[in-house]
């Protein structure tokens, strides 16, 4: 048992980093957590609604999911450490709570935030599919695949970060005459190799160089078909128009990704070609966790402002009451309303049922004028003297398809919608 005054990491610190550390992450990383905490299970709510399903919402659920975590472990490793230095307190949970469980949140904390770095490459690789190569989306773009995309990345994750789970190890130590734990890094486990070849070469390699590279080519392939596509709108279609919406929500979602990166890059490559420069670093590094967590934080704002169907969803849950009102319908699984379509004319499907209603009720009276008031019951047969029951039509509702442009006309008319029109359950939902 090592008998010191306090922990080793404490040693020597200035009041100046003390209090640099409390404001960063014991103020400001804490706070922005919490919001982001809310804002991801907000996030998760709207898109797993019925009329959300689609395989990028699936992903991003997923995405929504590590990110969660991500800001979970972020507070628990660096937001409530930060408050006992500079204040006294949560001493009992920053000497005997956090030193146990490190070990196992550090680990975590880099398999979710791997997660999120790929599962944001894999979401735009889905809308570039979409954008640039739409006859392909079909069958590429499926939720089934969008689940099985988010499953191989939680084993990626947790595979590639299963090292990090011997990095650290919990010692005693004396604090004012109190036994503490504290935590230090596995020397016997962290070689000079192992730092140089796994901490630094491959998590720069893997977490940086490869995807933000194919995030950078796919992304201005995304924006060159974006821009053609705005200069052509007028002959885009429907579904068309409601891809080009969706990408562009995506592409502030990995602009923010790269802003907020930027500085753990820098810090990261400074670590791999300065070794005996950290000490100067640590103020750069505790920033970059800041933005690391406002990375995994802001995504639902996002949404909210470039979403429009994921607004219109969120405010009828939440701002009507819709979630808590008792005795409506829930929109039926695999269906669409196109009152909430992100782009596009929108046409309101209870306006659409309700004129259907209404043809159906004009077309029974004026069958029952044309029976000389007889209405559904009997009509006179010609030189028979029999009465013969004529046909009575029940009255039909038809559900327009999402994808079909209704026009106003259409709702004027006796003609029902062709069958091309009618609800087939095989269209895709999108954001």
């Given amino acids: 048992m090592n008998v010191t005054h306090g922990c080793e990491s404490d040693w020597g610190v200035a009041p100046a980093d003390e209090l640099y550390r409390f404001v960063l992450n014991g103020v400001l990383l804490n706070c922005i957590g919490a919001g982001g905490l809310l804002g991801n299970a907000l996030a998760v709510l709207v898109l ?10 699936c992903l991003l659920v997923g995405l929504a999911a590590c990110d969660t975590v991500l800001i979970l472990t972020s507070v628990l490793l660096f937001g409530l450490t930060a408050v006992y230095p500079y204040t006294g307190r949560l001493r009992y949970y920053y000497y005997h709570v956090c030193p146990h469980i490190t070990p196992y949140a550090y680990p975590i904390a880099n398999a979710a935030q791997t997660m999120s770095v790929y599962l944001t490459l894999i979401v735009t690789v889905e809308r570039w599919v979409a954008v640039c190569h739409p006859f392909r989306a079909k069958a590429l773009c499926t939720s089934s695949r969008a689940r099985l995309y988010v499953f191989g990345t939680a084993v990626f994750a947790f595979l590639y970060n299963f090292p990090k789970f011997f990095e650290a190890e919990t010692y005693v130590s004396v604090d004012d005459g109190e036994l503490v734990h504290c935590v230090k890094p596995n020397e016997a486990f962290r070689t000079e190799s192992y730092i140089a070849v796994y901490i630094h070469w491959m998590y720069l390699i893997v977490m940086y160089i490869v995807p933000f590279t194919a995030l950078a080519v796919l992304n201005a392939c995304i924006v060159k078909q974006v821009r053609r596509a705005q200069a052509e709108r007028a002959r885009l279609s429907r579904v068309q128009r409601r891809e080009i919406s969706l990408a562009t929500m995506l592409l502030v979602v990995v602009l923010v990704f790269f802003l907020c990166n930027i500085l753990p890059l ?3 490559s400074c670590e791999v070609f300065f070794e005996n420069q950290l000490e100067k670093l640590d103020p750069l590094v505790k920033t970059s966790n800041l933005l690391v967590t406002i990375n995994s934080s802001v995504n639902f704002v996002i949404y909210v402002i470039f979403g429009e169907k994921f607004k219109r969803v969120f405010l009828k849950m939440f701002c009507a009451g819709g979630i808590w009102r008792r005795g409506t319908r829930e929109s ?16 309101s499907l209870r306006l659409a049922r309700n004129g259907t209603l209404r043809r159906s009720e004009a077309r029974s009276a004026r069958n029952a004028v044309n029976g000389n008031g007889s209405g559904c019951g009997a009509g006179a047969g010609a030189g028979a003297g029999r009465a013969r029951r004529s046909l009575c039509p029940a009255p039909t509702v038809y559900y327009p398809a999402p994808a079909t442009e209704v026009t106003s006309t259409s709702l004027q008319t ?6 091309a029109a009618r609800w087939n359950g095989l269209t895709r939902v999108h954001f």
């Fill in 48 to 57: 797993s609604r019925p009329q959300m399903r689609s395989s990028v919402n």
């Fill in 266 to 268: 820098v810090t990261n």
């Fill in 414 to 419: 006796d003609t029902p919608p062709p069958a």
């Fill in 332 to 347: 039926p699984e695999h269906t669409r309303d196109d009152s909430f379509a992100s782009c596009g004319e929108r046409v």
